[in-house]
């Protein structure tokens, strides 16, 4: 009797891996370990696939599957993404081709300009897919970071009471929703040849535009602004109004230092920290 390919995965999540790609071999496991999601890399007649699958708490898979259903098109027909080969939304499990490179993180090419060039022109046409307008959209953010700050933290008590009483002064004006990648970073990049290419949809969701430059501004772009330069110069317009921008960094700040004490990664934990103190201008406590 052939061995399971991994035994945190479901027996039901097995079984169609095992009908999907019957002669399948885990080459390597690309799960991170902090949250349910397996990522396991696999061999099949010759071809490589990652499979990917959520546990019983997991709200990512659903996000991803329908980025690869309705969003990846501006990037699958370049080979810059996956195409999807198989899935199962009830079973939160999908299969998709393997996409070759390097990661981009730790690498020479996250220092380098043109990475980030590619990255911004990739995130351009992602973003030109469609606009919706949605007049609720700052007040279902205002409510999901107060939220967070009810949630256990080691946010200092009195800047969280500042946090509060700013939010709940925010104006909540229309915003305009486009298909964002949510994760928009080194570490969801390949290349290949000097080639960009994207990977991890699990965040993909409607939302600003300018929510997708967090992540970059809050890393790469603080230690290098040349890299900040050659990622506009690639994405055209920049999306970033002050107003809308301060916000999107105070709850981008707050979400990262809530949810990493929530899964025990202290490292990132003390990035968020450090976003808050300088979102709001102040010194790191």
């Given at each position: 009797?052939?061995?399971?390919?991994?035994?945190?995965?479901?027996?039901?999540?097995?079984?169609?891996?095992?009908?999907?790609?019957?002669?399948?071999?885990?080459?390597?496991?690309?799960?991170?370990?902090?949250?349910?999601?397996?990522?396991?890399?696999?061999?099949?007649?010759?071809?490589?696939?990652?499979?990917?699958?959520?546990?019983?708490?997991?709200?990512?898979?659903?996000?991803?599957?329908?980025?690869?259903?309705?969003?990846?098109?501006?990037?699958?027909?370049?080979?810059?993404?996956?195409?999807?080969?198989?899935?199962?939304?009830?079973?939160?499990?999908?299969?998709?081709?393997?996409?070759?490179?390097?990661?981009?993180?730790?690498?020479?090419?996250?220092?380098?300009?043109?990475?980030?060039?590619?990255?911004?022109?990739?995130?351009?046409?992602?973003?030109?897919?469609?606009?919706?307008?949605d007049d609720a959209y700052e007040t279902r953010e205002n409510q999901r970071?107060?939220?967070?700050?009810?949630?256990?933290?080691?946010?200092?008590?009195?800047l969280a009471d500042r946090l509060r009483a700013e939010i709940a002064d925010?104006?909540?004006?229309?915003?305009?929703?486009?298909?964002?990648?949510?994760?928009?970073?080194?570490?969801?990049?390949?290349?290949?040849?000097?080639?960009?290419?994207?990977?991890?949809?699990?965040?993909?969701?409607?939302?600003?535009?300018?929510?997708?430059?967090v992540r970059l501004a809050a890393q790469q772009f603080r230690s290098m602004?040349?890299?900040?330069?050659?990622?506009?110069?690639?994405?055209?317009?920049?999306?970033?109004?002050?107003?809308?921008?301060?916000?999107?960094?105070?709850?981008?700040?707050?979400?990262?230092?809530?949810?990493?004490?929530?899964?025990?990664?202290?490292?990132?934990?003390?990035?968020?920290?450090?976003?808050?103190?300088?979102?709001?201008?102040?010194?790191?406590?």
């Open positions: 009797m052939r061995r399971p390919i991994s035994p945190r995965l479901s027996d039901r999540q097995r079984e169609l891996l095992r009908e999907w790609l019957p002669s399948a071999e885990v080459l390597k496991d690309h799960s991170w370990g902090l949250v349910g999601t397996v990522v396991l890399e696999l061999l099949h007649n010759g071809e490589r696939y990652i499979a990917k699958a959520g546990d019983a708490a997991d709200r990512h898979l659903a996000r991803e599957l329908r980025a690869h259903r309705n969003w990846l098109t501006p990037w699958t027909a370049q080979g810059r993404a996956p195409q999807l080969i198989r899935a199962d939304s009830d079973a939160k499990l999908l299969l998709t081709q393997f996409l070759p490179g390097e990661l981009v993180e730790g690498s020479p090419a996250e220092w380098a300009p043109d990475t980030y060039r590619q990255a911004g022109e990739l995130l351009a046409a992602f973003h030109r897919q469609s606009a919706v307008p970071i107060l939220t967070h700050l009810a949630k256990p933290h080691r946010i200092n008590p009195v925010w104006p909540t004006p229309p915003a305009v929703l486009v298909p964002t990648h949510g994760d928009w970073q080194p570490r969801n990049w390949l290349t290949d040849d000097g080639t960009i290419r994207i990977i991890d949809f699990g965040r993909a969701d409607l939302r600003p535009a300018y929510t997708d430059f602004p040349a890299l900040e330069t050659a990622f506009v110069s690639g994405y055209g317009p920049d999306p970033r109004e002050p107003d809308v921008w301060h916000r999107a960094r105070i709850r981008e700040a707050v979400s990262t230092a809530v949810w990493a004490h929530q899964v025990g990664d202290e490292a990132f934990e003390q990035q968020g920290h450090r976003m808050i103190a300088e979102a709001v201008g102040e010194t790191p406590l």
